[in-house]
Structure formats: C-alpha cells, structure tokens
C-alpha cells in the first residue's frame, strides 16, 4: 500500500448464502465479514464481486464423487449474494465453475456477461494492487491470490474480512502463511480504511 489506492481494486470472493451461516456449505462466520467488505468498498475506485454458479450436476458435488454437498447451484437463493452485502459499488461480476465438468477455485478462472475474464478486466482498467476479501480462505480466496501473484499484480489480503472453511483445524492459518510466503501482504481493514483516509487528506 505503497503507492495509494488509485491503481487497486478490490475483490469480493464468493461472499454468497451458501457459504455463510444457513447454507449448504456454510463457513463459520462467513456471514461476519460482511460488514468489513461494505466498509472497504467505498475506498476503491474499482469493486468487483465473484461467484461460484454450479449447475445441478457439478463435479465437484459428493454424488459425482467430489468433496462438497451441492452449493451454489445456478439460479437458486445459496447461489445468491448474502443479503447485507452492499452491492451499489460493484462494477463487475464474475461467475466461475459453471460447466458440469469442470471445477475452479481461482477467481481468474471465471468470466463476465460478456465474457472477459478477470484478469482482461483488471488490465482494462490499469489495475496493479489487488485488495482479496471473501469466502474460503483456504480454497477460493487462495487460488485467487495466488494467480493474481502469478499475473504478476501486488496483492494485499484483509485478514479480518476473510474466514475458512477449516476442513483440518488450522487450514485457514496455512492458507494465510502460504499466500504470505508466495508474496502477498496480510492487512487489516483498518489498516486499508486508515491508509485510504491518509491519501484523501494529503492529495
């Protein structure tokens, strides 16, 4: 956060029902970083939303002999983004793993209505920080970050806005050290809110 947030964008991984408290793959307090995401949108020039959008038969669902209960299915209320999140900012929306046969955690996998995919709508833009918030730390915010590293932009993720699925207790808390080593930087949202509040007083 070197360089303010003129060049940054911030993305809100898979923050739906299904992977918040009530939903088919709920994550523990998925629902608590809502408020934090709301918070960080208004300091960025550019929000994006992703999502995860199944059909009914996805191979990644336990009856095609995947790891995960269906979530996410394709025009269902689980597939729908969490009622509370502020949505007014958002500029874009990605939708991934959206063909039966294949599965993606990485939200550069997904696409647009128009069919871009992330990383052709980051550059479009001039983007070169990426601020990482959402749902599971340890799956779709990891896959995101590191090939947002691997496309070669700064990445920051926001520890307090982010939660795990936590498969093995201490999964989250790896993902978090993994993304670390790779060359991503842990922040909080008060750290960005502050940083961002900063750089509007001294332009």
């Not at 998925?30 to 995860?52: C, H, W, Y």
């Not at 599971?136 to 995101?144: G, N, S």
Request: hydrophobic share 40%.
């Amino acid at each position: 956060m070197t360089k303010g947030l003129a060049d940054a964008a911030l993305i809100l991984v898979d923050i739906q029902n299904d992977f918040c408290p009530g939903g088919a793959l709920a994550v523990s307090e998925g629902d608590q970083i809502v408020p934090a995401a709301n918070r960080l949108m208004s300091k960025f020039r550019l929000v994006i939303s992703t999502e995860d959008w199944h059909p009914a038969n996805h191979i990644s669902f336990q009856e095609r002999g995947g790891p995960w209960p269906p979530h996410c299915v394709q025009g269902t209320w689980g597939a729908e983004l969490h009622p509370d999140l502020q949505t007014g900012a958002i500029a874009h929306y990605f939708r991934k793993a959206s063909s039966p046969d294949k599965d993606d955690y990485s939200e550069f996998a997904g696409k647009d209505d128009r069919g871009r995919t992330l990383n052709e709508v980051l550059r479009s833009h001039g983007v070169k920080e990426l601020f990482v918030v959402g749902l599971a730390t340890d799956y779709c915010v990891l896959e995101t970050v590191l090939d947002g590293l691997k496309h070669g932009y700064e990445v920051c993720v926001v520890t307090d806005a982010v939660r795990a699925v936590n498969v093995r207790p201490d999964d989250g808390e790896a993902a978090l050290q993994k993304m670390s080593d790779r060359g991503a930087r842990l922040v909080t949202s008060e750290e960005v809110l502050n940083f961002a509040g900063n750089s509007a007083t001294a332009s």
